[in-house]
C-alpha cells in the first residue's frame, strides 16, 4: 500500500470514530422522537411512529412558542439589521479621528460576555417596566448582536466599491437615498448572512427571554421547552424529541443557506458567540 | 449630519449595553435586595470583600478555571484542530459526513444541546449502555462527575467554531513550505511543531481567545443540564451569580459577581484586539 493511501486511510478511521462520537447524541434525538416508548437511550424504535410530533403539534406546546419566537427574533432581527446598516454606511465611508475607535469599542463590545449583565438588566427593566413585555426584550435582544452585526456589516461594505455612489451624489442623491438604492442592494449577500446569522444567534437564545419574560403565554420556544423537561420524572421523552426538532429545523435550514458564505475566515471578522 | 446614521445604533447601545453596564458598577457597590423594596445604601468594597471570603465564590471561581480549561482550552481547541488536519487528508465523503455532524451540534440551540447531552450522561443513558456493552464499568456521570459532564458537552457543542477557524488557517499555508519540510526528512510531529504551529499561532491565540469568552459565559447549557448540581459541584461563576441574584435575592452581591465576570472578560477583549492587531 503507498505512503498517501495509508495515512488517508488512517485519517478516515479516526475522523469515523469522532463523528460517531459527535452523532451518539443527534441519533438518539431523531430515534427517539419517532418511538413512542422513548427513553435515554438510543435504540433503533421497534415500530416506527409519528405519533409524538403530532401529539406536540398543538397550541399550547409548539405554535404559540414557536410564534413568540418568531415574534422576538424577527424584530429583533430586523431592529439589528437596520441600524447596523445605518451605522455601517458613515463608518465604512468616512474617515476621521471618530471612526477608529468607536469600531475598536464595538469590536471589544462583541468579546463581552452578555451573561454578566443580565442581573443589571433585570434591575434596569424592573424600574422602566419593561420585565415581561416582548418589545422590551426584543429590544434588548437586537442590542445584544448589535455590536457584531455593525461590523460584520461594515467588513462587507468596505467591499463595495464607490464608483456608482459618486455617480449618485453628483445627481444630487441623499445620503439615504444612495445608501439603500445603491450600497445595500449591491451588498445584498452579506446582508443576507448578517441577517441570517443574527437571526439564528437569537432564537436559541435562551438566557435573556428567561430572565427578562415571565407570562408562560409570552415563552419562546428557547424557554417553553425548558420548562417542559424541567420537571424530570413526568417527561415524555419521545415528545420532548420531536418538539426539539421542530424548534432546531428553522436554524439548521438557515445555517445551510449560508455555510457557504460564514466558512472559515468569515469568522475571524469579531467574536462568534455560541 | 454625516455621522447622524450613526445615531440610531448608538443610543440602543448606551441605553441597552452601557446602561446596565455603568448600573453594574453602582449596584455592585450597595446592598441592594430583591426583597424588601428600597433599602439600597452604598457599603464599598464590601460585596467583593463577601465573595472573596465565600467558599461557595471560590469553588465558583475554581469550577469556572475548571470549565474553562477543559472544554474551552484541552477540548474545542486541541479536537478542532485535530478535526481540520485530519480532514485535509482524508478522502472526501468523511470529510463532509464528520464536518456536517459537528457542525450540526453547533448550530442546534443551546437548550437543546443541553437536553440532549443530559439524555447521553443519565445513569440511563446513552453512555452507560455503552460502558455496559464494552463490559467497563458505568456510573451516574451527573452525580458522580457533574463538571466534567458539562465540559464535555462544550466540548460536543463548541468544537465546530475552532474546527472552521482552524480549516481556514491551515488552507493558506503554502503546500511547498511542507513539501520541502517532507523532502528534508522531517516526520509529522517535526513539520506539525516546527512547521504548522508557528504558521498559525494568530489563529491559535485568537480561537483560544473567542472559546474561553464564549465558554466564560455558558449558563443556560450547565443551568439545564443539573442546575449547578448536585450541590454546588457545577455552579461556575454565571450559574453562581444567577443563584444569589435571583434565588437568594442578594441583587447588590450577585452584580459584584457579575462586575468581576466582565471585567475577566474585558481584560481578555482587550488581549483579542490586540492580538488581532485590527486595522480599521
Known amino acids: ?274 | 449630519m454625516r455621522w447622524l446614521p450613526l445615531a440610531p445604533a448608538t443610543l440602543l447601545l448606551l441605553l441597552f449595553l452601557a446602561g446596565p453596564i455603568g448600573y453594574c458598577v453602582w449596584i455592585a457597590f450597595t446592598n441592594t435586595q430583591l426583597t424588601g423594596s428600597s433599602t439600597s445604601d452604598f457599603v464599598g468594597l464590601a460585596n467583593f470583600r463577601r465573595a472573596f471570603a465565600d467558599d461557595n465564590f471560590r469553588n465558583a471561581v475554581w469550577l469556572t478555571l475548571v470549565f474553562t480549561f477543559v472544554s474551552s482550552i484541552v477540548g474545542q481547541n486541541t479536537i478542532g484542530l485535530a478535526l481540520a488536519g485530519l480532514m485535509r487528508a482524508a478522502s472526501r465523503p468523511v470529510r463532509t459526513a464528520t464536518g456536517a455532524v459537528v457542525i450540526a451540534a453547533w448550530v442546534l440551540p443551546e437548550i437543546v444541546a443541553a437536553f440532549l447531552l443530559y439524555a447521553f450522561f443519565r445513569r440511563e443513558g446513552t453512555l452507560n449502555a455503552i460502558l455496559d456493552w464494552l463490559h467497563l464499568p458505568s456510573q451516574n456521570w451527573l452525580f458522580t462527575l457533574p463538571i466534567l459532564a458539562v465540559s464535555f458537552a462544550n466540548v460536543w457543542r463548541g468544537t465546530a467554531f475552532s474546527m472552521l477557524i482552524y480549516s481556514a488557517a491551515l488552507s493558506e499555508i503554502p503546500k511547498d513550505i511542507t513539501e520541502a519540510a517532507e523532502v528534508d526528512g522531517a516526520n509529522g510531529v517535526r513539520r506539525l511543531w516546527h512547521i504548522t504551529l508557528p504558521m498559525i499561532r494568530r489563529s491559535i491565540g485568537t480561537n483560544l481567545m473567542l472559546n474561553t469568552l464564549s465558554t466564560l459565559s455558558v449558563f443556560g447549557l450547565i443551568w439545564a443540564m443539573t442546575r449547578g448540581g448536585p450541590g454546588n459541584r457545577s455552579q461556575t461563576l454565571p450559574v453562581f451569580m444567577y443563584d444569589q441574584a435571583f434565588l437568594k435575592s442578594l441583587i447588590g452581591y450577585g452584580t459584584a459577581v457579575a462586575l468581576l465576570l466582565l471585567l475577566v472578560g474585558a481584560l481578555f477583549s482587550i488581549v483579542y484586539i490586540r492580538l488581532l492587531k485590527v486595522e480599521v
Do not use: H
Open chain 1, 1 to 274: 500500500m503507498k505512503r498517501a493511501t495509508r495515512v488517508r486511510l488512517a485519517s478516515d478511521a479516526a475522523l469515523v470514530v469522532v463523528a460517531v462520537a459527535f452523532l451518539l447524541p443527534l441519533l438518539w434525538l431523531v430515534l427517539s422522537s419517532l418511538d413512542a416508548g422513548a427513553d435515554l437511550r438510543v435504540r433503533l424504535p421497534s415500530s416506527p411512529t409519528t405519533e409524538n410530533f403530532s401529539a406536540v403539534l398543538t397550541d399550547e406546546i409548539t405554535f404559540t412558542p414557536m410564534l413568540n419566537s418568531l415574534l422576538l427574533c424577527g424584530s429583533a432581527t430586523l431592529l439589528t439589521v437596520a441600524c447596523a446598516a445605518l451605522a455601517a454606511y458613515p463608518l465604512s465611508r468616512y474617515r476621521s479621528r471618530f471612526s477608529r475607535p468607536y469600531l475598536l469599542t464595538i469590536l471589544f463590545t462583541t468579546c463581552l460576555p452578555i451573561t454578566a449583565i443580565m442581573v443589571p438588566v433585570y434591575g434596569l427593566f424592573v424600574q422602566v417596566n419593561l420585565v415581561d413585555t416582548m418589545y422590551g426584550t426584543s429590544l434588548f435582544l437586537a442590542t445584544s448582536q448589535l455590536p457584531f452585526s455593525i461590523w460584520l456589516m461594515k467588513n462587507f461594505m468596505d467591499g463595495v466599491p464607490t464608483v456608482l455612489e459618486e455617480a449618485a451624489w453628483t445627481d444630487g442623491a441623499s445620503m439615504l437615498q444612495t445608501l439603500t438604492r445603491i450600497v445595500l442592494p449591491l451588498m445584498g449577500p452579506g446582508m443576507t448572512v448578517v441577517m441570517i446569522y443574527t437571526f439564528i444567534q437569537l432564537w436559541g437564545n435562551f438566557f435573556v427571554p428567561f430572565m427578562l419574560l415571565l407570562s408562560p403565554d409570552q415563552l419562546p420556544a428557547s424557554v417553553s421547552i425548558f420548562t417542559f423537561f424541567g420537571n424530570y420524572g413526568s417527561v415524555i421523552y419521545g415528545q420532548l424529541a420531536a418538539f426539539s426538532i421542530l424548534y432546531s429545523t428553522p436554524v439548521l435550514l438557515l445555517y445551510i443557506l449560508i455555510s457557504r458564505r460564514l466558512g472559515g475566515g468569515f469568522a475571524l471578522g469579531g467574536a462568534v458567540k455560541g
